[in-house]
């Protein structure tokens, strides 16, 4: 049973699936153990298995104390990456409690309008699947995700409408382990079709940290964060105001640890 405060989740009505979420689904599968899983079909059968009993859950709406109102509004920028840092430590102990939340209420309640509380700039890599990183549903994160997390034009604009329109309060812009768009641009290989377009926006973390994979995809996302605080004046206006904070962060795919970069 989680007691953790959700922001963008109703404080009155939180359902979750009692029985169905810690034995049959993602939750409470340690990272790791989710690595181990050595084909994509039992993958796949245990992700249908969970939304089966969220569904079965969802049908015994169960009211809970009210939990303390987390408005979006009301977040600090810190707070709101306090809350992106907490789910990872779920994430990472295995207590996921996402997938208790009752995805019917969520859809519901999201169907006029989302309030996420923050954004993510990821990369697109499969090993970084963002929400459940973070432990988070529907309506909770706003996520851009592209290869290298570099901040082109329409990524910088995705962003700007998250923070200037919706009102996200941290933006995390998040590299991680054994990034194939970093190696690339360190190798700088000739490459199909239109990848190569990537190695621009990647260059100078490159050619600031050296041909380390790691360091310089810890430059990229510090490089890219800076450039979305710089670049953008929607983005900057709200930083000066504390109305949004820009941070950097590595992801460990073999860990599942989000750590600050800055
Ligand atoms: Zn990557």
Redesign the pocket.
């Known amino acids: 049973m989680t007691s953790h405060p959700h922001p963008a989740q109703d404080a009155t009505i939180t359902t979750r699936t009692a029985q169905g979420c810690e034995d049959s689904s993602l939750c409470g599968l340690h990272p790791t153990a989710l690595a181990e899983h050595s084909s994509r079909r039992s993958f796949l059968q245990m992700t249908v298995r969970g939304t089966v009993a969220g569904l079965t859950a969802a049908a015994a709406v169960e009211f809970v104390a009210p939990r303390p109102a987390l408005a979006q509004s009301t977040l600090s920028p810190d707070a709101a990456l306090q809350e992106l840092l907490d789910g990872n430590k779920r994430f990472t102990a295995g207590r996921l409690t996402a997938c208790e939340h009752d995805l019917d209420v969520l859809k519901q309640h999201t169907i006029e309008k989302q309030e996420p509380f923050a954004a993510v700039l ?4 499969s ?2 699947p963002v929400e459940l990183v973070f432990d988070q549903s529907i309506g909770h994160i706003f996520v851009a995700r592209i ?3 570099i901040a082109t034009s329409e990524i910088i604009a995705s962003l700007e409408y998250g923070a200037g329109v919706l009102g996200t309060k941290v933006i995390l812009v998040m ?2 382990g ?6 690339s641009t360190i190798q700088a290989k000739s490459v199909p079709g239109q990848i190569s377009a990537l190695y621009p926006h990647i260059r100078p973390a490159v050619d600031q940290a050296g041909p380390n994979l790691e360091a310089a ?1 810890k430059a990229n996302a510090k490089i890219q964060a800076a450039l979305l605080r710089q670049a953008s004046t929607v983005i900057s206006g709200l930083v000066k105001e504390n109305k949004l904070k820009v941070a950097a962060a590595h992801y460990d795919i073999g860990t599942g640890t989000v750590s600050l970069l800055e």
Do not use: I, L, M
């Open positions: 990821s990369c697109a890599d090993r970084v290869a290298g997390n590299g991680h054994g990034c194939g768009a970093v190696k995809t």
